[in-house]
């Protein structure tokens, strides 16, 4: 049922956009009450996805669903009553010089804005618009207030902040913090790459890639990076987010907010691409991906929400593979080496230091 109901919504927060596009929400006075109605039937329909995801058939669920149903069937006849009531009045008082809202197939699906307002200027039908959306808006409030436990945010999801928010799971957890007297051997990588990211050329946005084997030292390369002293200065906001497999699109955005101390809840995308939009607004932004495992993330997740950033931004990410830095644009993929042998024998006595040294010392003479 979770698949249906979400192509079931999907479709009625086009139709109620449509209306919004038309003007006819704010020719009526019910602007606000339809955003709400739209930015609550987004929420929902990312929980459907997820039910879905998840294959939940918890009894609990399936009763949650049947009640969004029964309030999908009254959004679904208000707005059909909404566009039969213009149809009718138009019959009666029609303007040959009004045009219509053209579909994609040619026809004619609203009534132009001009038309619809004289339609509806009766006190009474615009009074019971107004009580309809506000009492199906209610319906929608009771619903996302009783979800049942299954469709709770998850406790075991963190980011690198610490925060849960609500979603998909991320299986590996990082943070920028890092102990620079337990980096060895990457002196020379960081300088080049933080050369690299401060160098102007007046480009919107430029990616950067980290590129390497598991455990050779993507990530310390990386929080060398975003704390390096002209990093800061450099860049007028500065953003970790710890990726991982299987992300969603939604959390994605949430990080970014919770990072910068945002208390973003449960949103619709559009709502949470808008807020990561505030965020880096006319402002030159590092955003750091670490262990990104699939390069469509970008385009479908992030590059729209970060458009407003200013020139100069960049993107500095963190994967195993080559191919996923190449289908997300980078400009330049700085791949990891093995440490030299004396590098490495010095990292691996500042691991055994004190009592135990002597034992790396008869390993080494081995």
Not at 48 to 56: G, P, T
Not at 147 to 163: F, N
Not at 252 to 276: H, M, N, W, Y
Not at 291 to 316: C, P, T, Y
Request: charged residues 30%; aromatic residues 8%; hydrophobic residues 40%.
């Amino acid at each position: 049922m979770a698949m249906v109901l979400d192509a079931f919504v999907s479709f009625f927060v086009e139709r109620v956009g449509d209306l919004v596009l038309a003007e006819v929400a704010l020719q009526l006075g019910v602007e606000d009450d339809l955003h709400t109605l739209k930015t609550r039937l987004e929420g929902l329909r990312a929980f459907l996805r997820d039910a879905e995801r998840r294959k939940i058939g918890d009894e609990s669920v399936r009763l949650w669903l049947f009640r969004l149903r029964e309030v999908m069937y009254d959004a679904d006849d208000l707005m059909d009553d909404y566009l039969l009531e213009a149809d009718r009045h138009l019959q009666v008082h029609r303007d040959p010089a009004a045009s219509a809202a053209p579909t994609a197939s040619g026809g004619s699906r609203f009534p132009s804005p001009s038309s619809l307002f004289s339609c509806f200027s009766g006190v009474r039908i615009r009074h019971e618009i107004g009580i309809r959306i506000a009492d199906v808006n209610g319906k929608l409030e009771a619903i996302f207030r009783d979800k049942p436990a299954p469709l709770q945010p998850e406790a075991s999801v963190r980011y690198s902040d610490g925060a849960q928010p609500w979603g998909g799971r991320l299986d590996r957890e990082t943070s920028y913090q890092i102990d620079e007297a337990d980096v060895v051997g990457i002196d020379l990588d960081a300088k080049d790459l933080v050369d690299r990211l401060t160098r102007g050329c007046n480009e919107k946005r430029l990616i950067y890639a980290i590129v390497g084997i598991p455990g050779i030292g993507k990530t310390t390369l990386a929080q060398k990076v975003f704390k390096d002293g002209r990093i800061a200065s450099h860049f007028e906001e500065r953003i970790w987010v710890c990726v991982s497999q299987n992300p969603e699109g939604s959390d994605l955005l949430r990080a970014i907010i919770q990072f910068k101390g945002g208390d973003c809840g449960i949103q619709c995308k559009t709502f949470l691409e808008s807020s990561v939009g505030d965020i880096v607004k006319n402002k030159r932004f590092l955003l750091v991906l670490d262990d990104v495992w699939e390069g469509w993330i970008w385009e479908k997740h992030l590059k729209n929400a970060l458009q407003s950033g200013a020139i100069n931004s960049r993107v500095l990410i963190t994967t195993r593979k080559e191919d996923v830095a190449r289908r997300m644009g980078r400009s330049y993929s700085h791949h990891m080496k093995l440490l030299p042998e004396d590098e490495g024998w010095r990292m691996l006595c500042k691991a055994f230091e004190g009592d135990r040294l002597s034992w790396v010392q008869r390993l080494r003479d081995v």
